[in-house]
């Protein structure tokens, strides 16, 4: 079974930090794509940042210059740096990653549990 563990959320004041991290485990035969994904209540979910296996990153308006996606390939994790936090980043984060299982050729998405960040004003 993959898994996908976060952690990392918190309460935050204005303009502090937090580190997300996301850790895959399981039977996991190569892992092409690695994401960040936020959604606040009553808002639909939207990409915030992601990486693909060539390293090429992406990254919402919205943080830009303020967010950094990284992974650690021997540790299947990703990690998002979230500097000059704002209350407008308060949202629940989640870990999406595209991978393939040995058992099964077929790459498919899985979502991590979801950690909350939230940033006082």
């Known amino acids: 079974q993959v898994q996908l563990v976060e952690s990392g959320g918190g309460l935050v004041q204005a303009g502090g930090s937090l580190r997300l991290s996301c850790s895959a485990s399981g039977s996991i035969a190569s892992i092409n794509a690695m994401g960040w994904y936020r959604q606040a209540p009553g808002k639909a979910r939207e990409l915030v940042a992601d990486?693909?296996?060539?390293?090429?990153?992406n990254y919402a308006d919205s943080v830009k210059g303020r967010f950094s996606i990284s992974r650690d390939n021997a540790k299947n994790t990703v990690y998002l740096q979230m500097d000059n936090l704002k209350p407008e980043d308060t949202a629940a984060y989640y870990c999406?990653?595209?991978?393939?299982?040995?058992?099964?050729?077929?790459?498919?998405?899985?979502w991590g549990q979801g950690t909350q960040v939230t940033v006082s004003s």
């Open positions: 999406k990653m595209t991978l393939r299982r040995i058992t099964w050729g077929r790459p498919d998405d899985y």
């Open positions: 990486m693909t296996s060539g390293r090429s990153t």
